[in-house]
């Protein structure tokens, strides 16, 4: 599947290549300052069933925090050097961007497989209803535990 970015957007009608099944299908939005942000799931996430849930990071985040070895606090701190910037300055001009990848196990405990720096910069932006791609079993344990919002 062909990647729009801001180097290439003018070349690629994005809606038309969206029909033609070019690009990932949009599963959400969300509002980021100015504007709606569309957001797709990473192929090979949807082929495994993953859906789309929006995490309140509020709750969310206090359970993320136990994770010290994976947990980004504020503006980056405690993350991949030069990652959460990175994401900032990139998704100033992105058409769309994948939902992060977490797991949450029947104790409440979150990993991420993929985006906690995507994770962190959306939180630390005050977005309050976060699209995570999940499979059902952490679906079901995120909603135990009150970290979904009623989205």
Known sequence: ???VTSHNKKEHDEKEMRKKGQLH???TKIKLKDRDLPVTMHPLEAKKGQEIAHV???TFDKAFAKTKWQYVGEKGEGGIEGRYEKFANWVKDAPSMHASDVSVN????VTFGDGRH???YLRD???KAIPMSMDKESIGHA???GYLTKE
């Open 1 to 3: 599947m062909t990647t």
């Open 25 to 27: 299908p949009i599963k």
């Open 56 to 58: 309140n990071p509020e």
């Open 106 to 109: 029947k104790d409440g405990g």
């Open 118 to 120: 995507r994770y962190a």
């Open 125 to 127: 932006e005050g977005v």
């Open 143 to 145: 909603k135990k535990h």
